[in-house]
């Protein structure tokens, strides 16, 4: 099976930029996608194909994939980025989720 | 734009069975395949499988083969996920989501979820 690894917390001040890392064997060969989960909401897509960001998520956000890690890069952290963020790849024949990294904005 | 509805919160005990519903509306619903997610308290999120209602080709997580079943009324637009003999470890938030293709997909709306309880 194919494990993907994220830190376990990252935090940020305001303004400031957060970097949330999601490691696998030779990532950079799948296309990564990133999902951002409130507290008690429902997981949504803010970065599909390792780097496009669907309509409606804030130009903030953005991503990057090469080698063993991928990278999802919030510009200008605000408050409401404060989530639960989970990657996801493809392998074989099966969805793969990473244990996800919780951001806090302080 | 597809929207996903989910029926309500369930209570179950050990052993007994359960089938819940995720409704879509909007263009196309039958086109997209529907898939399961799994959230387990506190834990991360776990996919079970999907599924294309316009046919029902359904593919499953080899980690959930023989756990679940997945299923589709494509006349009501409506997916389900079923299980024979609940246990415990069962509890859990179920999300179904959206896919334009089942092999290297990315889910691009999501339900609101149901929440299981299995509890003696």
Same mark, same amino acid.
């Given at each position: 099976?194919?494990?993907?690894?994220?830190?376990?917390?990252? +935090?940020?001040?305001?303004?400031?930029?957060?970097?949330?890392?999601?490691?696998?064997? $030779?990532?950079?060969?799948? $296309?990564?996608?990133?999902?951002?989960?409130?507290?008690?909401?429902?997981?949504?897509?803010?970065?599909?194909?390792?780097?496009?960001?669907?309509?409606?998520?804030?130009?903030?956000?953005?991503?990057? $994939?090469?080698?063993?890690?991928?990278?999802?890069?919030?510009?200008?952290?605000?408050?409401?980025?404060?989530?639960?963020?989970?990657?996801?790849?493809?392998?074989?024949?099966?969805?793969?989720?990473?244990?996800?990294?919780?951001?806090?904005?302080? | 734009?597809?929207?996903?509805?989910?029926?309500?919160?369930?209570?179950?005990?050990?052993?007994?069975?359960?089938?819940?519903?995720?409704?879509?509306?909007?263009?196309?619903?039958t086109?997209?395949?529907?898939?399961?997610?799994?959230?387990?308290?506190?834990?991360?999120?776990?996919?079970?499988?999907?599924?294309f209602p316009e046919n029902s080709d359904?593919?499953?997580?080899?980690?959930?083969?023989?756990?679940?079943?997945?299923?589709a009324?494509r006349?009501?637009?409506?997916?389900?996920?079923?299980?024979?003999?609940?246990?415990?470890?069962?509890?859990?938030?179920?999300?179904?989501?959206? +896919?334009?293709?089942?092999?290297?997909?990315?889910?691009?709306?999501?339900?609101?979820?149901?929440?299981?309880?299995?509890?003696?």
């Open positions: 099976s194919y494990d993907l690894t994220q830190p376990l917390s990252v +935090s940020v001040a305001p303004g400031q930029t957060a970097t949330i890392t999601c490691g696998g064997d $030779n990532i950079e060969t799948k $296309n990564v996608q990133w999902y951002q989960q409130m507290p008690g909401q429902a997981p949504v897509m803010v970065i599909y194909r390792d780097a496009i960001r669907p309509s409606g998520i804030p130009e903030r956000f953005s991503g990057s $994939n090469s080698g063993n890690t991928a990278t999802l890069t919030i510009s200008r952290a605000q408050a409401e980025d404060e989530a639960d963020y989970f990657c996801q790849v493809w392998d074989t024949t099966t969805v793969v989720f990473g244990p996800g990294t919780h951001v806090t904005v302080l | 734009e597809v929207q996903l509805v989910q029926s309500g919160a369930e209570v179950r005990k050990p052993g007994e069975s359960l089938k819940i519903s995720c409704q879509g509306s909007g263009d196309s619903f086109r997209f395949w529907i898939g399961w997610v799994r959230q387990m308290p506190g834990k991360g999120l776990e996919w079970l499988g999907f599924i359904t593919r499953y997580s080899p980690s959930f083969q023989g756990q679940v079943t997945i299923s009324d006349s009501i637009t409506t997916v389900y996920l079923q299980w024979t003999r609940l246990q415990a470890s069962d509890t859990a938030i179920y999300y179904c989501a959206r +896919s334009h293709i089942p092999v290297d997909p990315h889910f691009d709306s999501w339900g609101h979820g149901t929440p299981v309880t299995v509890s003696s």
